[in-house]
């Protein structure tokens, strides 16, 4: 399955730094495009709504969809544990934010706007699913 943990832990330490490497990279890059994609979102969209953390995570919902179901075609290079770990556990473990987001609907939900902390979780919920089915599909569909 598409969502089982690949690893390079079959043994060796130039196996095993080869991982990290490739982690640490997909990170840095990341952390990077997430910053500048957030960043412009709120410029463009104004910050009175987490909208740049929404378009972070739906686009980060489709991106793993697509590397989902990529993983799943054999032969695939996201078949093999490298590039795994350098898209989906580092540049989209650095890309997405999960905690952003929930920090951000509970300061909505503090500040007394319940309907948009609500609307916060419904639509980044909502669009985060469909964004990483679509992705999936999209990327089965091609073949792999």
């Not at 640490?24 to 969209?45: D, H, K, P, T």
């Not at 953390?53 to 990529?70: K, R, S």
């Not at 650095?94 to 951000?104: D, G």
Request: with cysteine; hydrophobic share 50%; proline share 3%.
């Amino acid at each position: 399955m598409a969502w089982q943990r690949r690893t390079n832990d079959d043994g060796g330490a130039f196996v095993v730094l080869s991982g990290v490497i490739a982690i640490v990279v997909g990170s840095v890059l990341g952390g990077c495009a997430r910053y500048f994609v957030s960043g412009a979102i709120a410029r463009r969209m104004g910050e009175t709504f987490p909208w740049g953390t929404m378009t972070i995570n739906i686009t980060g919902a489709f991106l793993i969809g697509i590397f989902g179901a990529l993983a799943t075609h054999p032969g695939s290079i996201f078949a093999a544990p490298n590039p795994w770990l350098f898209a989906v556990t580092g540049f989209l473990g650095c890309y997405t934010t999960v905690s952003s987001f929930s920090l951000q609907t509970l300061t909505l939900a503090r500040n007394g706007e319940p309907m948009h902390a609500l609307g916060n979780v419904v639509f980044s919920v909502g669009l985060c699913l469909a964004a990483v089915s679509f992705g999936f599909v999209l990327a089965d569909g091609l073949g792999g």
